[in-house]
């Protein structure tokens, strides 16, 4: 069912803020929010919420050498930090 509902501007924004970390829509937690005042249980809870992940794309080209394997995560941080000043360089181009 559709409705409108009249929500303070800020409680919205949180709201909205908390379901993007989480993976969700808005409707979806003001629906659990609404069955926690009932004392209901939300259908499907018992199964674990997939959860939206933004992570760095990393280009890797067919037949290349593994950009990270058998590193430490102290030596990924780096080479991702070397990566980085590497395209910032490209992208800017050579210095005059």
Same mark, same amino acid.
Do not use: C, W
């Given at each position: &069912? ?12 949180? !709201? ?7 993976? #969700?829509?808005?409707?979806?937690? !003001?629906? /659990?929010? &609404? ?12 199964? !674990?919420? #997939? ?13 290349? /050498?593994?950009?990270?394997?058998? &590193? ?13 000043? /590497?395209?910032?360089? /490209?992208? !800017?181009?050579?210095?005059?």
């Amino acid at each position: &069912m559709r409705t409108t509902l009249i929500i303070d501007d800020d409680l919205y924004r949180r !709201v909205k803020a908390k379901a993007a970390l989480e993976g #969700r829509k808005v409707t979806e937690l !003001v629906e /659990e929010g &609404m069955r926690a005042v009932l004392g209901e249980v939300a259908p499907n809870r018992s199964r !674990v919420q #997939r959860r939206r992940l933004r992570l760095p794309i990393i280009p890797a080209r067919p037949g290349s /050498e593994p950009l990270f394997g058998g &590193m430490s995560q102290d030596e990924i941080h780096e080479r991702l930090s070397d990566l980085q000043v /590497e395209a910032e360089r /490209e992208r !800017v181009g050579p210095s005059s």
